[in-house]
């Protein structure tokens, strides 16, 4: 089994930045491709980003896409998303998820692993 952690989350201004942390312990060598989604209340689980786990190739969702980079430090077996210019409209629970080889994908179904979650608030 793969366990992720989040860490990072908190409150920001409009315009500000925060650098989110996904740890992962246990089977790590069975990760193939790992991700962010978010999720606002009343809403849908919503893509963010996602990365080879090697670091090789990356995918952003259009309404992150210049603002949000994903990165990999696979000798720390951690996975980061540094978060630019937010917007009200980003705030949500953030989490990390991973999977065993569908690779670069936006749906949440085809990821196996799931962290517990980090609150990012976006105040205006």
């Known amino acids: 089994q793969v366990q992720l952690v989040e860490s990072g989350g908190g409150v920001v201004q409009a315009g500000g930045s925060l650098r989110l942390s996904c740890a992962a312990s246990?089977?790590?060598?069975?990760?193939?491709?790992m991700a962010w989604f978010r999720q606002a209340p009343g809403k849908e689980r919503e893509f963010v980003a996602t990365?080879?786990?090697?670091?090789?190739?990356?995918y952003y969702a259009d309404s992150v896409k210049g603002r949000f980079t994903i990165s990999s430090d696979n000798a720390k077996n951690t996975v980061y998303l540094q978060m630019n210019s937010l917007k009200p409209e980003d705030t949500a629970v953030y989490y990390c998820?991973?999977?065993?080889?569908?690779?670069?994908?936006?749906?949440?179904?085809?990821?196996?692993?799931w962290g517990q979650g980090t609150q990012v608030t976006v105040s205006s």
């Open positions: 246990g089977r790590t060598f069975s990760i193939y491709t």
């Open positions: 998820a991973g999977n065993r080889g569908t690779g670069l994908s936006p749906l949440p179904q085809r990821y196996d692993y």
């Open positions: 990365i080879r786990w090697s670091g090789a190739s990356t």
